[in-house]
């Protein structure tokens, strides 16, 4: 069965950090881009950040930058984002997306573009 698997949410405190884990399960994503999106309860689906498929290009939202951090090992078909410094605004369930491209850099896109694969979601909760 072709899909991705996200692991690695739960509860932390402020202040505090997760990794979430985006695995690929029956493909490659050898030659995807893989992007992060969040949704809290209420809100609409927001991205987060995003790697290339060659790992090169990462980009990242304002909210986030110099707190999380993407990171892809194409060995074990997996890609990473690191959490740090958590926020009660971070709260919401995480999805990791597919996008094939062979080249280029990664772009912040919105969620209801065309992506190839999405995962389940794991959610995150940020509370004292």
């Known amino acids: 069965q072709l899909q991705l698997v996200e692991s690695g949410g739960g509860l932390v405190q402020p202040g505090g950090s997760l990794r979430l884990s985006c695995a690929a399960s029956?493909?490659?994503?050898?030659?995807?881009?893989i992007y992060w999106f969040r949704q809290a309860p209420g809100k609409e689906r927001e991205g987060v950040s995003c790697?290339?498929?060659?790992?090169?290009?990462?980009n990242y939202a304002d909210s986030v930058k110099g707190r999380f951090t993407i990171s892809r090992d194409n060995v074990k078909n997996t890609v990473y984002l690191q959490m740090n410094s958590l926020k009660s605004e971070d709260t919401a369930v995480y999805y990791c997306?597919?996008?094939?491209?062979?080249?280029?850099?990664?772009?912040?896109?919105?969620?209801?573009?065309?992506?190839?694969?999405w995962g389940q979601g794991t959610q995150v909760t940020v509370t004292s």
């Open positions: 997306a597919a996008h094939l491209q062979l080249f280029g850099p990664c772009v912040l896109k919105s969620p209801s573009n065309k992506y190839d694969y």
């Open positions: 790697i290339s498929s060659r790992g090169g290009s990462t």
């Open positions: 029956g493909f490659s994503l050898d030659y995807y881009n």
